[in-house]
């Protein structure tokens, strides 16, 4: 590997950079650029991008972000507040560079650990965890009619209630509503929000290849989710509804019409998203006819001695997550932003 160099990129290469991911089989939204310009202006996090080249072109590359955090350590993530990450390269010989590259900068950091978060195993010499997480995809037809009748009948039938129901939908040019809306939702769920800022950050990066559904009753806001767009796939990711929604099936009338929209421009895929195995998003998932795909996260330890597991099902944390479930709303949205930015 003489001939290919491995070095850091800076704004310059944002380009060049952005057309090998989407050129790439395996590129995903969450290797776009942008990621960095968030990690490091949003969330203060450094971002460590590296870029291998042959003869000056560019023939690999790995996203990388620092997240230091007083309560949840020290690592080097591909990529931090995403769900996919990883290297993406022209072969296996380039993509196992820029990960010993990573592991030297793990090192010379002084990280806990360094952590890819792969769809598929890549590594056998590092440790993993595959049982953890599934990602749910679907191909999308043109046909409405037959994306309705792709969902199993008892999960039709709750779409079918919000649509009697008169829930609406609409494409929100904000993230006012969305915020109220998700808040109050991981609030129930026991987990930290994010500051404001940090969704419409993401509006502001992504422009137009990232929407907002906005699903009201009578007017009154009960549902609302991100949604990102990449290629000729959506993935619904940040949504939520308030205590009405449940009863209205304001959720699964609310993902029906991103699947809709999404079909009308253009999309072809619907990319459910990451859920832990055995949550109630993983059922609500798997209820849709979806069937979960592992996902291979895998972890090359520097200063730990395991890997971390910051996930609600650990039993450190359930007296916390029970706690959060009962504060107040607006004091969730007060303090959340801070455990979130380490939540990476």
Known sequence: MNDVQIRMANEADAGVWDAYVLAHPR????????????????????????????DGVLCGLLPLGQVKHLLFGHSLISVPFCVYGGALADDDAIREA?????????QTLGVDHLEVRNEQPVREDWLRKDNLYVTFRRALSEDHEANMSAIPRKQRAMVRKGIKAGLTSELDEGIDNLYLAYSESV????TPVFDKAHFRAIRAEFGEDVDVVTIRHEGRLVASVMNY???????????????????LAANDFMYWEVMRR????????????????DTGSFRFKKHWGFAPEPLCYEYFLVKATEMPDLNPNNPR???????WKRLPVGLSR????????GLA
């Open 27 to 54: 590129g995903t939204f969450f290797h776009r650029y942008g990621w960095k310009r968030l990690i490091e202006s949003t969330y203060r996090h450094p971002g460590h991008y590296l870029m291998a080249l042959r």
């Open 98 to 106: 820029l990960e010993a590259h990573a592991m030297r900068l793990a």
């Open 187 to 190: 609030r129930n769920l026991g």
């Open 229 to 247: 767009y990449f290629r000729d796939q959506v993935m619904p990711f940040y949504g939520g509804g308030i205590a009405a929604a449940r009863d």
């Open 262 to 277: 999404a079909v009308e421009r253009g999309c072809r895929v619907f990319d459910f998203g990451r859920s832990k195995v």
């Open 317 to 323: 944390y359930r007296h916390f997550i029970n706690t």
């Open 334 to 341: 007060a303090i959340g932003p801070w455990l979130a930015r």
